[in-house]
């Protein structure tokens, strides 16, 4: 009955196009593109729920893969750390020990209610395109923790004598740490950063100390850049919130567009056209924005590059000349 009330709220905008704005991740193509396959011999009444079944059940047992829980990182880059999936890879082993334990004491009543919690909890993430996905799926973790623990107990206790157990587990102990230590204090600090907002501190720091100039931002490819500039500026959320559309404020839940074109301070975040050159001011984008020949092309003058902890650019600046750019033309 909780579980119910606090879904209330949620069940009142089911009308609204704010209920269904995931309704995209749901894999309905791939199903619609099975079904046709298998046209030439099954009517299409059958050929829809079998390619849905036969999609439904590669993306659970996906859940339950040594490969994807031991081995493989999660394919979003915010979710995970590099070289080091959801558990430690020497755990796969007291994964299938705890399997077999399980399979052992299935009459009992607890092992039922974990299997059924197993069983129960990637059903959402079954429904989404994502191959693995998480954050979508921590109520696994629980039971995945168990059965784990129950192969690490049993592993443990086979052996005689307390100082081997003490020196096993200690052994192990010391092997997750250094995984860890090496993916998350060395790899995830460099191979990470652009993924985790690296460098808009430093673009901040530039704009703030160029109050006379305006900064035009590129958003053809990169996330929105609005809210970051917003926070290392301190920017007061007042004045952020008159910038913004109005109607999303009136009309929350039928304002899925997301707009991510903002004007405010000295700072404007939209896509970079050629007309900007035309007065003084910088354009800020990625290394795919402004070409070297573009540059040279409209007498722009490189005014800075902020550059992640692996050398790889993520900002370059460029200083408009309009003076310059009209005697080229002439």
């Known amino acids: 009955m909780l579980a119910f009330l606090i879904q209330i709220p949620q069940l009142l905008l089911i009308n609204t196009p704010a209920f269904w704005n995931k309704g995209n991740l749901f894999y309905a193509d791939q199903v619609a593109n099975r079904a046709q396959n298998t046209l030439s011999f099954l009517p299409y009444f059958l050929a829809l729920p079998i390619a849905f079944l036969r999609e439904f059940f590669s993306q659970w047992v996906t859940y339950f893969s040594p490969r994807s829980l031991f081995f493989l990182p999660d394919p979003d880059l915010q979710r995970s750390l590099p070289a080091l999936s959801v558990f430690y890879d020497w755990m796969v082993v007291p994964y299938f020990v705890g399997l077999y334990l399980l399979w052992q004491n299935r009459k009992k009543d607890w092992v039922k209610y974990l299997f059924i919690l197993a069983v129960l909890s990637p059903l959402p ?42 020196g096993v587990l200690g052994l192990l102990i010391f092997y997750s740490l250094i995984l860890f230590g090496r993916s998350y204090f060395i790899l995830f600090r460099k ?36 809210i970051e500039l917003a926070f290392y500026q301190k920017y007061f959320p007042a004045e952020l919130q008159k910038v913004v559309d109005q109607k999303i404020s009136q009309n929350y839940y039928w304002q899925t567009t997301f707009n991510s074109e903002y004007d405010f301070a000295n700072i404007e975040t ?61």
């Open 125 to 166: 993430t079954a429904l989404v395109s994502d191959p693995f996905s998480t954050q979508r799926s921590l109520s696994l973790l629980f039971p995945l923790i168990i059965v784990i623990t129950l192969g690490v107990h049993k592993l443990l206790f086979g052996l005689k004598k307390n100082w081997q157990r003490v």
């Open 191 to 226: 191979e990470r950063a652009i993924v985790w907002g690296y460098g808009f501190d430093q673009l901040a720091k530039i704009i703030e100390d160029s109050p006379e100039t305006n900064f035009v931002i590129d958003q053809v490819r990169m996330k929105p850049v609005y």
């Open 270 to 330: 939209r896509s970079i056209t050629w007309d900007d050159v035309s007065k003084e001011q910088i354009l800020v984008g990625d290394e795919l924005s402004i070409s070297p020949s573009q540059a040279e092309e409209h007498s722009l003058k490189k005014a800075f590059e902020i550059k992640d902890p692996l050398d790889n650019l993520i900002f370059i600046g460029y200083r408009t000349d309009p003076d310059l750019k009209r005697k080229k033309t002439k």
